[in-house]
């Protein structure tokens, strides 16, 4: 436990203080070209869970990244889309601490989520916020939270053995 988030950089997660201390962040991860398959995904999420269980950790809260080559437009279209189906409850949700400014860009675009914004969404992730403009990166990082209570049954069981 190193104390410190970098989503918390991005986000103010006040709201989630209640929750740290049974909290896990995920971030990006590097596989090299030649393991990059479906075996190492899956050993990586089964490490994780485990990880998790081993240490009374039951909630995963990370930024999940949306490109911003067309200007910010499918991020705002994704971002209005999923805040009406995918939002967390109010006493969860966080604000951007450099917005991205989702009311001032086209928002009504027909999108799908990123494959891994999607795949989140069908472990029962929530989406925390709207966007986040990350300037390093160029993209908008939407705040997610997986909770394993809300991971379908068939995950339980492939993941965590449950």
């Known amino acids: 436990r190193?104390?410190?988030l970098y989503s918390d950089t991005e986000f103010d997660l006040?709201?989630?203080?209640?929750?740290?201390?049974?909290m896990i962040e995920l971030g990006r991860s590097c596989v090299h070209p030649d393991h990059?398959?479906?075996g190492a995904i899956m050993a990586l999420w089964g490490a994780l869970g485990e990880?998790?269980?081993?240490n009374d950790l039951d909630m995963m809260v990370?930024?999940?990244?949306?490109?911003?080559?067309?200007?910010?437009?499918v991020a705002a279209s994704l971002w209005h889309k999923l805040s009406k189906t995918h939002l967390a409850p109010i006493e969860m949700q966080v604000r951007a601490r450099l917005p991205l400014p989702v009311d001032d860009l086209e928002h009504t675009l027909e999108v799908d989520p990123p494959a891994l914004i999607k795949g989140y969404l069908r472990c029962g992730a929530k989406v925390l916020g709207a966007p986040a403009w990350d300037p390093d990166f160029?993209?908008?990082?939407?705040p997610l939270l997986m909770r394993l209570a809300d991971l379908p049954a068939r995950y339980k069981r492939?993941?965590?053995g449950l």
């Not at 006040?14 to 049974?22: G, I, K």
């Open 2 to 4: 190193v104390g410190g």
């Open 14 to 22: 006040t709201r989630l203080r209640p929750y740290r201390s049974r």
């Open 36 to 38: 990059r398959h479906g």
């Open 51 to 54: 990880f998790m269980m081993r």
């Open 62 to 73: 990370g930024c999940a990244s949306v490109s911003m080559r067309d200007g910010g437009h």
């Open 138 to 142: 160029n993209t908008a990082d939407l």
């Open 158 to 160: 492939h993941f965590l």
